[in-house]
């Protein structure tokens, strides 16, 4: 109890001043409540002059709100998304009119738009307008103090909004007016309405650049803030009931904006929501393996007709691949139609580039890219039917799964009914379509993750990217999304590429792996002969066998890392080459073994770890590079095996495999 006291009571030097300091923001405001003569509140603010500045005020800061916007947006997306020299300075003058005093500000716009300033003759000699004295200063000067809000809190919410989103809405075909109309603003909208709302606020309560730069006239420039300084001179508690509402304006504005700079309502509601339970995994006769389950959802313009071998999945047709890419990835690409290629290669390899490149989405690599018998070289992202799964999904927050999901077919202009059924019917064959009204945040990760892969599927590519699509599952899931996904790929008529760092998946998913080292192809081919013969140690160990290097010399290997293995294999003198061999080919003993194998090392158990039903032991060794062996949990339990304890490991020479380096 005591403990539960010491840690929630925060210390004196800091709660002291911090009530201070709400103290001192609070008092004024008493003040105001304290002093207002509330009998004659409704005659203050009815008071033919009170009325008139209000009117003034709305048509003031409406304008000025208007005005920013029109200025203000533009602006905040020229600054978060377009890289120019001088963007640091551009900003620094956005955000000038905000720390300027107003006063200054008012004498600033007076030299620049005044009758004697820089752009002031100009515009009353072109087109009449005299801005100082007139109702249109006013709103020029609230505009000038109050943008800065809007674009500042606008180029935030751009600045923070992924640009995933907008790259996976090219790559289901939507063009850059209906991204930014769809995804982008949509997505940023909290930040624009903060923005707006404190714009406006700010517009309303302007007072220093107005009077200096637009005066103090009645029915014209003359808005609230400034009745309340004439007020106050004559009338104070007409002033005080006029500062009441100004107070009540503003203090509505920041109760309505509440939450809205930390999250959308919608996000918030959707964490209070119970988790949802991730379904049980599809049984093979659920599976959509039947040709009637295989069908394309109803297509009244493209009617297919479904047939035993999954055409109606195919789009109609089945699209080859061949690219070449050069930049950054220099490599030539060819694939029959239905292929699945697993891009693996360590980090930084260029497996991310490779796939821009083929969406058309990176200066740093260009892909020339053939799909059957279109050259779509030359087309922009959304034109060239690729559609991109990103690492995390990139679903749209604000919409929901069916809504994700049809999205590429509305894009494509398919009707809204079809789109949907449609994509209600690609949301069922993926085992997701009772969650079709969920958004995105009510989804577990492999509901998420399947409702992307619907949605990539339903907008009908010719080539689908996949980036690390199960790396955020946990095992168990991961081994049900697998399931679909090999499922789905099996009847997709384009070529997939899957970038991973999953061994399981490279094989089990893919028709052929694709090793990249700086971003060249190190090996492609089948997963058998990757898995036998891997082209570098950094395959070999992904694929979970062990990998030494070495040279070759009098009948062995000397390895790079210290130590010799015998072989079988005779190789000349001086060949660079690689050993490998399988975990499983790893012999663990307490005693030195008796007998003939020659490479026999001592070693110390460093690491156990469990693979489905079999053990990973990694062995430490002063003599020989770390070895990895796999056994049975019983041989393990004979053996005593822990971590610590000192064993002997050996190898047959008929047990490893050499590649040649
Ligand atoms: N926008 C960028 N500007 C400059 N260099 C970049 C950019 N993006 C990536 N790179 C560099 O290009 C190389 C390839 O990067 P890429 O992201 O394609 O690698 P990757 O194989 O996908 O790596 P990982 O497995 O870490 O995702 C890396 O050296 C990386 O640092």
């Known amino acids: 109890m005591s403990r539960f006291r010491t840690r929630t009571r925060p210390p004196v030097a800091l709660a002291l001043p911090a009530l201070l300091a709400v103290a001192f923001l609070l008092l004024p405001l008493i003040g105001i409540l304290t002093r207002t003569q509330w009998s004659e509140l409704g005659e203050h603010l009815t008071s033919p002059g009170v009325v008139e500045a209000l009117r003034l005020s709305a048509v003031v800061s409406l304008w000025a709100l208007g005005l920013s916007l029109v200025l203000g947006v533009p602006l905040a997306w020229l600054l978060a998304r377009v890289p120019f020299k001088g963007k640091a300075l551009v900003r620094s003058l956005v955000l000038l009119p905000m720390v300027l005093p107003p006063t200054v500000g008012g004498v600033a716009l007076l030299l620049g738009f005044g009758r004697r300033g820089l752009l ?170 039947a040709p009637a389950k295989l069908a394309e959802p109803a297509e009244p313009a493209e009617p297919t007709a479904p047939d035993a071998s999954g055409a109606a999945l195919r789009d109609g047709g089945r699209w080859p691949l061949h690219a070449t890419v050069t930049g950054f990835n220099r490599l030539t690409l060819d694939a029959e139609p239905g292929t699945t ?67 590429g077919l509305r894009a494509r202009r398919v009707p809204r009914a079809e789109a949907r059924a449609r994509a209600q019917a690609w949301l069922d064959r993926l085992g997701v379509g009772h969650l079709a009204h969920r958004k995105p945040a009510q989804l577990s990760g492999g509901q998420a993750q399947r409702v992307a892969l619907a949605r990539a599927l339903a907008a009908r590519p010719r080539l689908l990217l996949l980036d690390e699509p199960l790396a955020a599952l946990d095992q168990t899931t991961r081994a049900r999304v697998r399931h679909t996904l090999r499922i789905h790929l099996a009847e997709f008529g384009g070529v997939c ?142 053996l005593g095996l822990a971590d610590g304890v000192r064993v002997w490991t050996s190898v047959k020479a008929t047990e490893i495999t050499l590649v040649r380096l």
């Open 341 to 407: 290629i697993a891009v693996v290669g360590e980090n930084g390899a260029g497996k991310t580039t490779l796939l821009r490149a083929l969406l058309g989405l990176t200066p740093r690599a260009h892909a020339e890219l053939r799909l059957g018998d279109t050259d779509v070289t030359a087309l922009p992202p959304h034109k060239r039917q690729v559609a991109w799964v990103p690492q995390d999904g990139a679903l749209f927050p604000h919409l929901s799964a069916l809504a994700n999901t049809a999205y």
């Open 497 to 638: 590429l899957i970038v991973t760092h999953d061994p399981v998946e490279a094989v089990s998913l893919a028709d052929r792996v694709l090793v990249l080292a700086d971003g060249q192809t190190l090996q492609d081919a089948p997963p058998v002969e990757v898995t036998r013969h891997p082209r570098s140690p950094w395959v070999a160990r992904m694929l979970g066998r062990n990998a030494w290097q070495g040279t070759a010399s009098e009948g062995g290997l000397a390895l790079a890392a210290g130590g010799r293995l015998v072989l079988a294999e005779e190789l000349p003198d001086g060949v660079p080459a690689l050993a490998i061999i399988a975990p499983e080919a790893v012999s663990v003993h307490r005693e030195r073994p008796a007998g003939s194998p020659r490479n026999v090392w001592p070693g110390t158990v460093r690491e156990i770890t469990a693979l489905g039903s079999r053990l990973r032991v990694l062995i430490g060794s002063a003599e020989a590079p770390d070895l990895v062996a796999e056994i049975t949990p019983d041989a393990a339990a004979e």
């Open 120 to 289: 002031g003759p100009w515009l009353e000699g072109t087109f009449g307008i005299t801005l100082p004295f007139h109702t249109s200063g006013a709103v020029v000067a609230a505009t000038f103090v109050a943008m800065p809000f809007l674009v500042i809190s606008l180029e935030g919410a751009l600045g923070g909004l992924k640009q995933s989103y907008e790259e996976t809405a090219a790559s289901l075909g939507a063009s850059q007016v209906r991204v930014f109309f769809t995804v982008t603003l949509p997505m940023v909208a909290p930040g624009l309405i903060a923005g707006a709302a404190l714009t406006w606020a700010r517009a309303l309560g302007e007072f220093g650049a107005t009077i200096t730069f637009a005066g103090n006239l009645p029915g014209t420039t003359q808005t609230l803030p400034l009745q309340v300084y004439l007020l106050l001179q004559d009338q104070p508690e007409a002033a005080t009931s006029v500062s009441l509402l100004l107070l009540a304006v503003a203090m509505g504005v920041l109760i309505a904006l509440r939450g809205r700079w930390t999250g959308t309502p919608a996000d918030r509601k959707a964490a209070e929501l119970p988790p949802v339970a991730e379904e049980p995994a599809p049984t093979a006769a659920a599976e959509p393996s």
